[in-house]
């Protein structure tokens, strides 16, 4: 048996924990090319919400009683569980979010409102997701800093060192995507966060981990990082969950986001003192479901990741893809090693939603749009395009059976 007949196998085993792979649609088993936009969900996180919701549906931290107890400690220990999985110094470093662009806001606020002033520099990429993007426009704008954009090769990895060179005594904060969430290119984080904090220690690095966290399990006490968000719908977890991590010492300086119940210790009629962390960025009636659900994810995803295999999938059908007549890569890699299992492409003369909507009509779920990235689009000379994404569920007969679809789709179109 060779080594992809042994990912491939592993791969099978886990297909049967997420129920929704057993429908079909348009008469044709579901094929899920679009994890990138939101992953499926495991039993165990649905049985975990349900638990939830059935046993204990209780608020928590406001009551003595015993399903509000339960309901806290499940919560709690939720967190614990998202700091084992990046290695955080304490869970008290965790905070839960609604979802990885409430994280970025969370952050511009924090930091932008408090730490960046007139005539600062705030340094992004520009293949950021516009949850990394338009936050820091507006904190630039309102504190009359400077915003300033890293550029891409035309392969769509990153220009590092222009990044790098872009650093000094004046930039406050560098925030920059782990993946690109329409090429997968994944750029070298520790060597970028390493050179920037060498040129100046000061300047706090924010890493979007939205596409990344879901496929390689980050260190961040080894990344060297400040802080890092992600999204928990993207890495098996439900809906309307997320987080920010971030280092305690900075979390204890800074100023909430959002101000009401559960963030305080004390009010008074002239003012109010906040909570220890993360309760101090965790205002009003959390998602408390979905927190708990978020923690059985990444307890599943820490058993089950398998980057190895998503690649060997990314390279199987990129081989194929960019030899189908009229069909236009958004990037061609030189080589695949630093990409994730993204591919954008366009079939020309054909609007993107055609294909999807084609592809759909054999089960196949494929995204199509300017996937939140309007302006690394516009650095692409696109608008839009179709992007198929691979998760551990997926298979390389999946990947056959969309290939033959596509040049089926093609041939009629075009």
Known sequence: MTKTDKIVEKNYDVRKDFPSLQRKINGYNIVYFDSAATSLKPQVVIDAENEYNTLYPANIHRAVHTMSHEATEKYIDAHKKVAQYINAKSWREVIFTKNATEGANLLAYSLGLHRIYEGDKIIITIMEHHANLVPWQFIAKYRKAQLIYADINEDGSLKEEELIDKVDKKTKIVSISGASNVTGYMPNLKRIIKAVKEKNP???????????????????????????????????????????????????????????????????????QWNELPYKFEGGTPNIAGGIGLGKAVEYLSEHQNIEHEKELYTYAMEQIKNIKNIKLCVEPKDYENYLGIISFNVEGVHPHDISDFLNRYGIAVRSGHHCAQPLMTRLKIENSVRVSFYIYNTKEEVDFFIDVLKKAVNIFT
Request: charged share 20%; hydrophobic share 45%; proline share 4%.
């Open 202 to 272: 000061e300047t706090l690095v924010i890493v979007d981990a939205a596409q990344l966290l879901p496929h390689v399990r980050l260190d961040v006490r080894n990344l060297g990082c400040d802080f890092i968000f992600a999204s928990g719908h993207k890495m098996l977890g439900p809906s309307g969950t997320g987080f920010v991590w971030g280092k305690e010492q900075i979390l204890e300086e800074i100023e909430p986001f959002m101000y009401g119940g559960d963030m305080i210790s004390r009010v008074t009629l002239e003012g109010a």
